[in-house]
């Protein structure tokens, strides 16, 4: 009756895992078959790093350097480019804390960006090809490291919740992106202070609620997968904390609900890339200046960070998720402060 159960939920490997292992050390040992899929995972993000590079060299009419101050201050023109360090440092952080809390990537890194001085559009769609490997790349980890299952025939609760999840994200996604940077542009700083403000709500009340379980209703998830869609559009961050902490309110158990962010994040956000390149056809110009470095960060941190999520327990991540989604809200309103009270001030 559990192998059945297991099959149609996808959830109890990671439980199942803990009984077999009872200790972190025990789950910290590597099987090869754990080290050859990370080795693919290094793998497959150096060719987008690969990418990245010729992408910053821009090939394209649409891709040019655009003058933010960064870029102003550096002395970057044309087709120059550069390894950022202090980015490799920043993203090497938040892609560990985004892989293996569910979130922190885009939605504490994008703020501090804005704040250094670079442009919304040299971020966002760096943001979303980044997101977009690291989710679908760490949604097979998570699968390899055993925190979670996917099961198609028949089929189990972990790929119906990233269908749920999925084409409702694309779809709010798809509508924010138009709507906001081709129709009705919102100065970026309002947009991080609602973002802010939604994490604070959310984290509280999981935090709240943390010792509790809570019974599995995955048509929760809908409104939750609308309003995190809604936000990656915006400013390519707000999604992880929305789906990672809806999915927990919803009765998904913590470690199975971080696989699922990450394949769901992986969708949509590939799904906005395609957006942003029809979006590129209407006279839009992006600056992929900042993907390299992106990725020589992800190289690594997305990797140790799904096989963290099995190393440690359940119970642990139960309080550092919504404790950590509370710490990037904290982030974001120290980073976009000082701008709201400019704002206000006239």
Known sequence: MEDA??????????????????????????????????????????????????????????TVRIQSDWTLASGLQGNDWCIIWSVVGLAAFFEFMDASAGMGFGTALTPILLVLGFDPKQ?????????????????????????????????????????????????AVSCSIIGIYKFFPIDKVWIKLYVAILLVMMGAVSLWSAGKDRPYKPGKMFGFAALAGFNKGVG???????????????????????????????????????????????????????????MIATMFSAIAAPYM???????????????????VAAICFYKIGPSIYKKLAG
């Open 5 to 62: 159960k297991q099959k149609i939920t996808g959830f109890e490997v990671a439980q199942d895992l803990e009984k077999e292992k009872a200790s972190i050390a025990e789950r910290f040992i590597p099987e090869w078959r754990h080290i050859r899929a990370a080795l693919g995972g290094v793998f497959v993000f150096f060719l987008v790093f690969l990418l990245g590079v010729w992408l910053a060299g821009n090939p394209f009419e649409a």
């Open 123 to 171: 971020i966002v769609p760096a943001v979303m090809i980044q997101q977009g490997m690291a989710g679908l790349v760490g949604a097979f980890l998570h699968r390899e490291f055993e925190n979670v299952e996917w099961k198609f025939s028949p089929m189990s609760e972990t790929v119906k919740l990233w269908i749920i999840i999925a084409i409702t994200g694309c779809i």
């Open 236 to 294: 390519g961050g707000g999604y992880g904390p929305v789906v990672t902490i809806g999915g927990l309110l919803s009765g998904v158990p913590v470690k199975s609900m971080l696989a699922v962010t990450a394949i769901c994040e992986g969708t949509v956000s590939t799904f906005a890339i395609i957006v942003w390149l029809a979006l590129l056809t209407s006279g839009v110009q992006i600056d992929y200046i900042m993907l390299p470095s992106f």
């Open 309 to 327: 999520t099995r190393v440690f327990p359940e119970k642990l991540w139960k309080i550092v998720v919504p404790a950590y989604c509370c710490i």
